[in-house]
């Protein structure tokens, strides 16, 4: 008999230092808030989250290509891609005790402590959520950790640790679309490390300062482009099959959708059920002015629902933007697109320039409608300028020419690690026919995302002919996948230990393994044991990591 109990992140945290997924960063010095080490279990972990991530985005697709480019960039992509000017948290200060804090947080702040000061000035709303003390104005703090490249410690040589691995994609997308041979739509994909110098870092693992993303941009014609092409444009309403192969006449409102489905199929196949994370599409007056539309998939960790990864549809923004800063245009030249043009007639192609501005202002005026909270209507002077730049863009559409939009699926490897061992993390009170009760602490992995595949034990260590095949088949699955040797103790204690690493499978050779080479195969999550042998365990475990 088993009651289950979910426990809480101190509890997680506590195993998950005891069993080295994951430890304070530079500890013996007393650690550095907002950096975490992974262990040996924690580094496993990491390395099949990522690859997990790399075969279902990349490998298992022919319409995505790999990149993985430098931290430090030329300080211009971070100007270009407004990281410079606008990647920036309100910071305020306690006049009093001096902590430094998010001046968005401190509500957040006051609600997690356990002795709730009281303000200093009365009848403040806005006061220290540590000690009650005034806070001064907020100011924008921007995010960027700052060096210096080369030998001189000049302003003209500083550079930046990328906040985001996103923009290296966008400049060097010449270079991987003319590498790769592949047209648009295709996307780039890149996982590595990013750096935020984030005022707060909280929440375990949540927020970090140095921490990995799993970023793909996904290049697709402007729905323009396509209407040229195919003559109209798929969209939501047209309720397309987003689970069949993906279609060139598709607008960005399903290739948004779609991917949005996608990273849910991933969440689900590396060990997050559907139930467990909620869709959080941004309203219009919270998407940046750039963006269609955005997706939060979030997830109810211990501390709230919070951000798990985004999906934003971000328009021609970023390719833009790096062609004005660069001079380098970054349009693509789209033969199909040019032929279908050369069809149309003088009258098609003005009567197409007045329906692109016309819907060019509508969706303009909505979006900075939306931002101000009421109604925008633009001057003559900016309504020429729309009308100007639509003008330039279709007549560019027409010889085969333009700037692609973009999908960004974009995850947190820390994050997803963090949800994945909330997720899996479960205290089992047993209680065996004697009536005997026990906890049994349990890690649910998914067998493509756990750390250690498959423990191997002798039954009995001493009897040299189980200890030797014990050790054979350890050495043939060491080949394969990441194995465990364990001979200390009971074999229970053995089971319980692998339990907590959320080991799926326990092989335990016997004497009857001597006799027949088969052996036992105990089930993490239920418990159970089967005899197999050693072709039959193959097979079984082969199906449960093929993505
Ligand atoms: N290129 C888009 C981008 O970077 P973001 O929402 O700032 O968007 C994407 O970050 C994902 O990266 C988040 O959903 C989260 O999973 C992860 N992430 C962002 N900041 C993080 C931090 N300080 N610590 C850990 N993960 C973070």
Redesign the pocket.
Known sequence: MAEESKSSLDALSALCKRRGFIYHSSEIYGGMP?FWDYGPLGCELKANVKQAWWQFTVRGREDVAGLDATIIMHPKIWKASGHLDTFADPMTMCKDCKKLMRADQVKDIYADQKKKPQPKVAGSDFFCPYCGGELTEPKPFNLMFKTVVGPIDDPSNVAYLR????QAIFAQFLNVTATSRMAVPYGIAQMGK?F?N?VT?RNY?????E?E?M?LEFFIRPDEAVELQYGHVVTLADNPDLNGPVQDDWGWEVWHKYWVEQRKKFLNAVGLPTEKFVEYWQKPDELAHYARACV?IEYDFPFGRQ????I?ARSDFDLSQHQLHSKVPQTVFDDPLKQACKKLTDDDKAAFIAKTQAEWLDWKQKAASAKAGKEVVFSDEEKADIAAKAKVFCENLFDGKYVPHVI?P???V???MLALLCEAYEEQKLTDEKGKEDIRTVLHFNPKVAPVKVAIFPLIKKDEAQYKLARDIFTKLQKKVNCQWDVSGAIGRRYRRQDEAGTPWCITVDEQSTKDGTFTVRERDSMEQRRMSYGEFLAMMYEALEF
Do not use: I
């Open positions: 907002g906040p985001e691995t996103a990013s935020r984030e870092p693992t949540f927020r970090s300062r921490f993303q970023e939060d951000e798990l990864e985004g934003a960004e974009s995850a947190g820390d994050r997803l």
